[in-house]
Each structure stands twice: as C-alpha cells, then as structure tokens.
C-alpha cells in the first residue's frame, strides 16, 4: 500500500506537482533583493523544470533547457524582461543559448544559476555570456 500523503487545503488538492522553496534560498540576500515580477517569472521557469530520479540520484534533468515567454506569464514584455535581466543580475538563472525560429523570432533557452548563493560577495560572478544579448558588453 501506498505511503498516504495529506495536504492542507490552503496549499493544493494533492493533484499537482509543486516547487520547492528552500529556505536558503528564501532568506538570501539575492532573493530578498527581488521585485514581484522576477519573483514571479522564476516560480513559473521552476514549474517548467523536470528531473528523474532512480535510486535516489538524479539521472537527468532539464535545468539548463528552460524557455519561458512573457505570455507564459501573464506580464508586458517589457516588464518580462525587465524580471529576467533582474534574475540574471542577482544569479538565479543564465542565458544558455538562442535558437533562431526565422525572421526576427527566436527562443531563448535559460538556465538555472547557483551564483545567487555568493550574491554581494567576492565570489559573486555573471559571466557576460549569462546576460540577454542586449546587456552584454562590447569586447
């Protein structure tokens, strides 16, 4: 028989997945920097985030193919970006790659960033290639 599981009834109905918020993380400078909207963007780039486990280890993941769009969102893209530039500033997710998808269109493919644990430290780094094409610095 099945381990059986009871939720509050201010947090789910039991039928849906979920997205961990360890405290760490919660009480961080880094996190506690953010405005509503990057907030926001972030939880819904975590709901778009998927691991398999076998054994109790993970055997694949895809924290390094996320994509997200304003629409998925509900914000105006200004405000959209605005959110991801601040999530790449402060270390929570990275630019991996742009996928082009003709003319003017593209899909930009984030990943998650660990650098937000070292936010206003020296070890505190976002590498020019983490930014949105638009904030790198000319070389």
Do not use: H
Not at 52 to 60: A, C, Q, R, Y
Not at 105 to 128: A, E, H, M, S, V
């Amino acid at each position: 028989m099945g381990k059986k599981i009871t939720y509050e009834s201010f947090e789910t109905k039991g039928n849906s997945n979920f997205a961990a918020m360890y405290f760490d993380m919660l009480n961080s400078q880094a996190w506690q920097s953010l405005r509503g909207n990057s907030i926001k963007v972030y939880m819904f780039m975590r709901s778009k985030y998927k691991r398999k486990i076998v054994k109790e280890k993970i055997v694949s993941t895809n924290r390094e193919d996320i994509s997200i769009s304003y629409k998925d969102t509900g914000l105006g893209q200004k405000a959209f970006e605005k959110a991801i530039d601040e999530l790449i500033a402060t270390g929570f997710i990275k630019v991996n790659q742009y996928k082009p998808q003709g003319g003017f269109k593209k899909i930009i493919i984030y990943g998650f960033n660990d650098q937000w644990k070292y936010y206003n430290t020296l070890r505190f780094q976002i590498k020019d290639e983490w930014k949105r094409m638009c904030n790198r610095s000319e070389v």
